[in-house]
């Protein structure tokens, strides 16, 4: 019974925790953009004006004083307008203010967030038992906030923007250390670390300098790194490739197969990339295995 609670509080800590910084990553991703737009029109790049006029107010604001707005009548939020995903079901999706739509790309994200943190620990393939493999998950959980901004990030524009991509490669690089810290058998830890980086960035890199950035961006090698650097396993980085191209299909095929897309239609492969590294991280070890036993049977 204590047990029981016990998961009951964590899971339920969890999600709320997870629903915050999914409205934090909201949040976020339009003052990225605000940012993106700006250098653009600074260094005389094309540049949505629309876009720009709409998120100029997003720009002229100091960090310090910085406060949730309405893009579309600039109300400073209240508290009360920030709860995630309550106040957004409360006031049906639009302004306080002004009544226009919110968008459905902020509730969507703080729901992804929070159950992207409830399932994390739910199916965590490693053991909790000691204070790196925690920390482990941990790292997991905070570049989860990152890779949901640029999975957004990415189909609402097309880009994965660098400042995110950074900061999921550093998470990566101290949950990297902390796995060859705890293995038993660090040369074999660090090879297949190795073999990580090659095949989600690696191959990626070679690609882009075949199609000469064409068929993917530089963002994707670097979101590769990044998620190699979590994986830090060579056949979780296979899983998480072939994973990757096989949500591809089962979208793109039939989006082809109703006319919906054309064969030069641009897909951002980031989301596909992301929703195959965390598929790896969370069953791919019982693929693997399940993979290896049916083979000697």
């Known amino acids: 019974m204590i047990v029981l609670m016990e998961n009951i509080i964590i899971y339920v800590g969890l999600a709320l925790v997870g629903l915050c910084m999914g409205s934090f990553a909201g949040a976020t991703i339009w003052r990225l953009r605000a940012d993106e737009l700006a250098d653009d029109k600074a260094n005389n790049e094309d540049y949505d004006k629309n876009e720009y ?20 009548c600039s109300y400073q939020l209240k508290w009360y307008d920030l709860i995630p995903l309550v106040s957004w079901i409360f006031l049906k999706g639009k302004c306080r203010s002004c009544y226009k739509p919110i968008g459905y790309l902020e509730p969507v994200i703080e729901f992804g967030v929070a159950l992207f943190f409830v399932l994390s620990y739910a199916v965590w393939p490693y ?18 906030v990152g890779l949901a901004m640029m999975f957004a990030y990415d189909i609402k ?53 075949i199609s000469r950035g064409r068929w993917i961006g530089f963002g994707d090698i670097k979101l590769g790194l990044g998620l190699a650097l979590l994986l830090a396993d060579w056949g979780l980085a296979f899983v998480a490739l ?3 191209n096989l ?13 919906k897309l054309k064969s030069d ?33």
Request: positive net charge; hydrophobic residues 50%.
């Open 242 to 244: 072939f994973a990757a």
């Open 247 to 259: 949500v591809g299909c089962l979208i793109v095929i039939p989006l082809m197969l109703l006319k």
């Open 157 to 209: 524009w097309f880009m994965l923007p660098d400042k995110v991509n950074y900061s999921v490669i550093g998470l990566g690089i101290v949950s990297a250390t902390t796995v060859i810290i705890s293995s038993s058998n660090k040369v074999d830890t660090l090879m297949s670390l190795a073999g990580s980086v090659v095949i989600l960035s690696g191959l990626y890199y070679l690609i882009y300098k």
């Open 53 to 72: 006029h709409r998120l100029k107010k997003l720009m002229s604001t100091k960090l310090s004083k910085d406060r949730s707005q309405c893009l579309h």
């Open 265 to 297: 239609s641009r897909i951002p492969f980031g989301p596909l990339l992301i929703i195959g590294a965390v598929l790896a991280q969370l069953v791919g070890v019982f693929l693997i295995d399940w993979y290896t036993s049916s083979l000697l049977i």
């Open 127 to 144: 053991t909790l038992d000691n204070g790196l493999e925690i920390a482990r998950l941990i790292l997991w959980l905070a570049s989860g």
